[in-house]
C-alpha cells in the first residue's frame, strides 16, 4: 500500500460520470489508486478515502472546470497526419482520394511514422481523448516492417491509451484490389506478424495502456482468406478484429462485383459477424444487414467530419443503436478530416444527425454517450467509459473560463455547442498529462 500511486482531483464544477444513473456531479472530486477509481463523489472530498488519509493523496485543483469521462477515438489512420490537406485530393471522394495518396504513403519513412502518430495523440489529447485506436494498414516495402512497434512507442512518448490495431493489405491491382503493389504484403508476413505483435503487446487485463486488435484494411484491398484466417487467429487469442466496410457506395458496388455479395453477407462469409467486431463507417447498410450487424452486437465507428468530408454519406446511428450495435465516435485518418480532434468531432456528429432528422434528433447527452461508454463498446474495453469504482481513472478537464465558453449557461451543453476549445488537461490512469502548445 505504501507504494501505491494515489490521485484525487477536487472541486471540479461539474462532474459527468456516465454512471449507470448517469449522474451529473456538482463540486465532483474522483479518487484513484494505481490508475484506477476507488471512489466519486460531490461535495468537499472526505478525509479519509477508502481508509486513506486524504493528506497521501496528489491532488489536482478543478474549480471553474467541466470534467467528463476521458473521450475514446474509435478509428484512425495516425500516420495521414503527414498528408492532411493533400492538394490534389482536396475535393475527392473515397476511391480516387485513395488512389492519389497510396503512393505518396508509400514513401514515409519510420521516423515520419513515428512523427505522424505523435502528433495524433498530442492532438487527441488536446481535444479530450484518453484512449485511442490505431488502424495501421500501410507497410510500405521501404519502412520498417515493425510499424505497429514504432506507434506503440509513440503512445508510450505521448502518454495516451492505446488500441493499436495490425492492420493488412494484400490484394493489389494485379489481383483486383484497389491499392499498387508498393503498399501490400504476403499473407505470410502479415499473420507472422500479427502473431508477434499480439505476443509482444497485447495486455487483456483491466487498466491495460495497450491492448492489439486485428485489422485487415477493407474488402477492396485484402483476400476473403485473409479476413478468414484473421478472424480465426484473433478468436485464438481472444482479442478483437476492425476493418472498413460499406463507406461509399463504389465499396458495395465492388462487393457485389468481386465477390457476388453485399457487405454483410461477405462479413458473414469470412467469420466476422460477432460481438467481438466493429466496422468503421458503416454507412451504406440495409434494413437487413441493420437488423442482423444489430442482434450480432457488431459496433460502428462513426465518423462524421471524415464522411461529409469524402461526401460518403450518413451513417444510421440511430437504426444501428436500435438493432444493438454499439456505435462510437471517431476522427478518422487525418487526411479526410483533416484534424484528430475528438470534441469537435462531438460537434459534427450533434450538427449532422439534426441536420438530417430535426434539432430533437441527437441530444447532447447521446453524442457524450457515443463518445465514452459507445467507444469503450466498440473495443470491448470494460475498464474505460465512465467515472466509477473499478475504472480507469481516465479524465478530460475542460476550463470553462475559456474565451470561447465565455457567457455559456449549461457546462455541459458548452462544450459541444460552442466551438471546442482545448483541454486545460487530461488525465490517464490517475496521471496528469499537460497540454502541449
Ligand atoms: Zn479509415
New binding site residues.
Partial sequence: MSDAKLFLLENAETLVTMNDQREVLKTGWVASRDGMIIAVGSGPAPDIIEDIPQEKFQKHDATGCVVLPGLINT?H?LYQTRTRAYGPVADSELFPWLKTLYPVWAQLTDDQFYQGALVGFKELMRSGCTCTTD?HYLFPQDASEQLIDITILAARDAGIRFHPTRGSMSRSVKDGGLPPDSVVQDEDTIMADCERVIAKFHDPEPGAMVRIALAPCSPFSVSPELMKSTSALARKHGIRMHT?LSETQDENTYCLNMYKQRPVDFLESVDWLGDDVWL?HGIWFDDAEVARLGKAGVGIAHCPTSNMRLGSGVCRVRDLQAAGSPVGLAV??SASNDSSNMLAELRQTLLLHRVIHGAAAMSINEVLEMATLGGAGCLGREDVGSLVVGKACDLAVFDLESIGYDGAHDPVAALLLCHPEPAREVIIGGQVIAQEE
Fill in positions: 478509428h489512420h488502424h472498413h468503421a478518422d485518418g
